[in-house]
């Protein structure tokens, strides 16, 4: 059983470049949130997708995009990329109807490692 | 003041030792708390989980939650070099997570 793919698992962008980040979910897993792990740091909730919509946000500006397709998978992109953007794209699933029972329970990927130059 | 405070280490102890992961958090709100592993390159993964004040054990590891100091604890018993990781505490509150900024833990053979 597949858990949680990510890719490209590096990249290298330079400034004010976009860069799009591609994640598959853990089979049965319907719902994709995506964080942003900067070197020494906790994961920054960055968006989650239901149901192919945005249903939440974190504080990220605009640049910040994403999109969930019907078989879940789900994208993020990165626009006018700064050299902040720099960190570890990590890719959650879990599913929609855990949540609702109790503690969001998430199963991450291995990561997508932006460096912009 | 962060919401979630762990202290970063490294916290470096012998193969064998018993090993005590610390957070502190501020928001009395939080409805459950969970412990990650992160090996390095990797993403994290879930170790445990508790709603409660109290212990919960699962094998080596034991969560445990004193929501009154507003303090969580993991105790890994018999470490192993394996354990060697960094740990993130992660109280939650619905769909939203707090992440500690993780303690690296070696553990030397």
Redesign the interface.
Known sequence: DAGVTQSPTHLIKTRGQQVTLRCSPKSGHDTVSWYQQALGQGPQFIFQYYEEEERQRGNFPDRFSGHQFPNYSSELNVNALLLGDSALYLCASSLAVSLSSGANVLTFGAGSRLTVL | QKE?EQD?GPLSVPEGAIVSLNCTYSNSAF??F?W?RQYS??????LM?T?SSGNKEDGRFTAQVDKSSKYISLFIRDSQPSDSATY?C?P?L????I????TKLIIKP
Not at chain 2, 94 to 97: A, D, I, R, S
Not at chain 2, 99 to 102: F, I, N, R, T
Request: aromatic share 24%; no cysteine.
């Open positions: 979630v970063p409805q459950y969970m990650y390159r990797k993403g994290p993964e879930l989980y709603y993130l992660a939650g619905g769909y939203q997570l992440w500690g900024a993780g």
